[in-house]
Nanobody, 125 residues
């Protein structure tokens, strides 16, 4: 059974950093693009970043470019999202998702079928 589990969320001050992890089980991570998404209260879920199967292609939302970095370790079955220079507007529940697409990683949430339960990130002083 395909399962994704996010971890690493928490409370951080503006300007701080967090590293989120997305641990995959029940499937071979190598065959899946992985995306990170977030949803703030009262807002739609939005794509934050994604990585293709091999990690050769990555994408970032304009709002996080230069601050967030996605990476993956297929051998460990884990994808990471390093978040630096965090802002209050980054506050949201962060989700990872998987989709078996080749050579690209889509950013729209509707393109992903397999989702984790999410981890809360709160940026506040």
């Amino acid at each position: 059974q395909l399962q994704l589990v996010e971890s690493g969320g928490g409370l951080v001050q503006p300007g701080g950093s967090l590293r989120l992890s997305c641990a995959a089980s029940g499937f071979t991570l190598d065959y899946y693009a992985i995306g990170w998404f977030r949803q703030a209260p009262g807002k739609e879920r939005e794509g934050v970043s994604c990585t293709s199967r091999s990690g050769g292609n990555t994408m970032y939302a304009d709002s996080v470019k230069g601050r967030f970095t996605i990476s993956r370790d297929n051998a460990k079955g884990t994808v990471y999202l390093q978040m630096n220079s965090l802002k209050p507007e980054d506050t949201a529940v962060y989700y990872c998702a998987a989709e078996p697409v080749k050579n690209r990683c889509p950013l729209p949430p509707y393109e992903y079928d397999y989702w984790g339960q999410g981890t809360q990130v709160t940026v506040s002083s």
